[in-house]
């Protein structure tokens, strides 16, 4: 039997999609009409972005799964029937790219780049950065993109120590889980890195008590999500010294407003929401394989939990 797919991302990113979710059921051998129209009673499967055109799931009676080109969910969950297989995007793509940037922004900070560019003053100033061996550095959030991030830091020299709601067990990687763990994971952190979903659990997990934890001077990367930082806080310890600097890439409110005292403020550096995202590519492979395991009857690849928020 034919299984009906319909692509319900953006609609200026079908033409991408198309051709290479063809190719990709095609060498999977799966029976599939894939489309970016369809009689909701007919679908079996919505490749779903929340900017795309479905917001209503009541008239898809058939449905199997619904497969996301989001890694983050909290947008997606309370849109998408309880009950209703939910999978999240997580591909090569996106990871590889978020762990390109992690750790050229760590480097920034190790080698001390800004101080370097900003100090083209004449004045010769020959002191050279520590060794990665000599740097800790604390990964907050162990999934797919923060592991990966871990051990390429790890992989580099550096002392690097991660935390999660759940403990685990990764090479190279100093592991810590829980209210005791986040504070030895924050204790020696002189670059921290936020990559833990956006869920009420995760919400200002970087607070005036978190940060005090960290050492004088610590450094913030959050490619994650916006809520995990509380604003008001980092920027009273910005302020106040006990953080160096902070680079932000995520925020609670996108775009960032231009009244927003982080645009203005000496030590915060803001990218806009970029430091990666779904490659079409790599996407397609993931979506495939899962439309060829739901057909087969296989548990589904990133299948999001309900009671965890991701």
Same mark, same amino acid.
């Given at each position: 039997?034919?299984?009906?797919?319909?692509?319900?991302?953006?609609?200026?990113?079908?033409?991408?999609?198309?051709?290479?979710?063809?190719?990709?059921?095609?060498?999977?051998?799966?029976?599939?009409?894939?489309?970016?129209?369809?009689?909701?009673?007919?679908?079996?499967?919505?490749?779903?972005?929340?900017?795309?055109?479905?917001?209503?799931?009541?008239?898809?009676?058939?449905?199997?799964?619904?497969?996301?080109?989001?890694?983050?969910?909290?947008?997606?969950?309370?849109?998408?029937?309880?009950?209703?297989?939910?999978?999240?995007?997580?591909?090569?793509?996106?990871?590889?790219?978020?762990?390109?940037?992690?750790?050229?922004?760590?480097?920034?900070?190790?080698?001390?780049?800004?101080?370097?560019?900003?100090?083209?003053?004449?004045?010769?100033?020959?002191?050279?950065?520590?060794?990665?061996?000599?740097? /800790?550095?604390?990964?907050?959030?162990?999934?797919?993109?923060? =592991?990966?991030?871990?051990?390429?830091?790890?992989?580099?020299?550096?002392?690097?120590?991660?935390?999660?709601?759940?403990?685990?067990?990764?090479?190279?990687? =100093?592991?810590?889980?829980?209210?005791?763990?986040?504070?030895?994971?924050?204790?020696?952190?002189?670059?921290?890195?936020?990559?833990?979903?956006?869920?009420?659990?995760?919400? /200002?997990?970087?607070?005036?008590?978190?940060?005090?934890?960290?050492?004088?001077?610590?450094?913030?990367?959050?490619?994650?999500?916006?809520?995990?930082?509380?604003?008001?806080?980092?920027?009273?310890?910005?302020? /106040?010294?006990?953080?160096?600097?902070?680079?932000?890439?995520?925020?609670?409110?996108?775009?960032?407003?231009?009244?927003?005292?982080?645009?203005?403020?000496?030590?915060? =550096?803001?990218?806009?929401?970029?430091?990666?995202?779904?490659?079409?590519?790599?996407?397609?492979?993931?979506?495939?394989?899962?439309?060829?395991?739901?057909?087969?009857?296989?548990?589904?690849?990133?299948?999001?939990?309900?009671?965890?928020?991701?």
């Amino acid at each position: 039997m034919t299984a009906n797919v319909l692509f319900a991302g953006r609609p200026d990113a079908w033409p991408a999609y198309e051709p290479l979710l063809k190719t990709e059921l095609s060498r999977l051998a799966v029976d599939a009409d894939l489309r970016n129209e369809f009689p909701p009673e007919d679908v079996d499967y919505i490749v779903y972005a929340p900017s795309g055109p479905v917001s209503d799931f009541t008239a898809f009676t058939r449905l199997k799964a619904v497969l996301s080109l989001w890694a983050g969910v909290e947008k997606i969950v309370p849109v998408v029937p309880a009950g209703m297989p939910l999978t999240r995007m997580v591909d090569a793509g996106l990871e590889r790219g978020m762990t390109e940037w992690v750790v050229g922004h760590t480097l920034r900070y190790h080698l001390g780049m800004d101080t370097h560019i900003l100090r083209q003053n004449g004045r010769w100033e020959p002191k050279a950065p520590p060794l990665a061996k000599d740097r /800790n550095v604390t990964v907050m959030g162990l999934g797919a993109l923060g =592991t990966a991030s871990a051990l390429a830091l790890a992989a580099l020299g550096f002392q690097v120590s991660g935390w999660s709601r759940t403990q685990k067990e990764i090479a190279g990687v =100093t592991c810590h889980s829980g209210a005791d763990g986040l504070k030895a994971a924050l204790a020696h952190a002189e670059i921290v890195i936020l990559l833990l979903p956006d869920t009420p659990a995760t919400e /200002n997990t970087l607070n005036a008590d978190t940060l005090a934890l960290l050492p004088a001077g610590a450094k913030i990367i959050n490619p994650g999500r916006g809520p995990l930082i509380d604003d008001d806080a980092l920027l009273t310890a910005l302020d /106040n010294g006990q953080i160096g600097h902070a680079t932000l890439d995520v925020f609670r409110v996108e775009p960032l407003p231009p009244e927003h005292p982080y645009w203005a403020h000496p030590n915060v =550096t803001v990218t806009p929401h970029i430091a990666s995202e779904t490659r079409e590519s790599t996407a397609a492979e993931v979506i495939a394989e899962n439309i060829r395991r739901g057909e087969a009857g296989e548990p589904l690849l990133h299948l999001v939990d309900r009671s965890l928020g991701y």
